[in-house]
T-cell receptor, first 110, second 117 residues
């Protein structure tokens, strides 16, 4: 089973600051997904990255897939309180199911 | 498209009781997944279906857990003889299997929060 690590575990910042969170594995990802989860709700898919070196942007969020497809980062520019939540990365396991990392819990203070 | 629906949203039960949760996926989605999530952790895979066939089940899953998807539409997850360690959020997700490499997208429900007293 592919194991995903995420860092940092917790992050608390002020509104307007920039931040980066990371996801990595000792194995190569076939593809990688990022989700955001709010308290009491299920995760919501933000993006899927497939190609090594790929960069995708979603408004103030920038997702990068490592060249070797073993790591990924999520950068948020000018964070807002609405960005608060649990950020999860996930990858399809060698079977058919998706494996999730433990998540980074982000708190953006107004 | 009303999204993935889970029922109930919350369940409180006493240790030793049986509980059953229901998941209604997005109507055209052929894959359905069950995950469990405890506080401060990411979702942990339990099992998944393609249409009515249960294709994979976590080795960590106790025999007290069983899931069905009888007609390839809604699914139920039953936990028998609940234990306090079963307390968690149980999440259901559905997806539509697409062309290879197209990137399968999981759509999650809001989950069922189980508390075993």
């Amino acid at each position: 089973t592919q194991l995903l690590e995420q860092s940092p575990q917790f992050l608390s910042i002020q509104e307007g600051e920039n931040l980066t969170v990371y996801c990595n594995s000792s194995s190569v990802f076939s593809s990688l997904q990022w989700y955001r989860q709010e308290p009491g709700e299920g995760p919501v898919l933000l993006v899927t990255v497939v190609t090594g070196g790929e960069v995708k942007k979603l408004k103030r969020l920038t997702f990068q897939f490592g060249d070797a497809r073993k790591d990924s980062s999520l950068h948020i520019t000018a964070a807002q309180p609405g960005d608060t939540g649990l950020y999860l990365c996930a990858s399809r396991n060698y079977g058919q199911n998706f494996v999730f990392g433990p998540g980074t819990r982000l708190s953006v203070l107004p | 498209d009303t999204g993935v629906s889970q029922d109930p949203r919350h369940k409180i039960t006493k240790r030793g009781q049986n509980v059953t949760f229901r998941c209604d996926p997005i109507s055209e989605h052929n894959r359905l997944y069950w995950y469990r999530q405890t506080l401060g952790q990411g979702p942990e895979f339990l099992t998944y279906f393609q249409n009515e066939a249960q294709l994979e089940k976590s080795r960590l899953l106790s025999d007290r857990f069983s899931a069905e998807r009888p007609k390839g539409s809604f699914s139920t997850l039953e936990i028998q003889r609940t234990e306090q360690g079963d307390s968690a959020m149980y999440l259901c997700a559905s997806s539509l299997e697409g062309p290879r490499g197209a990137g399968e997208k999981l759509f999650f429900g809001s989950g069922t929060q189980l508390s075993v007293l």
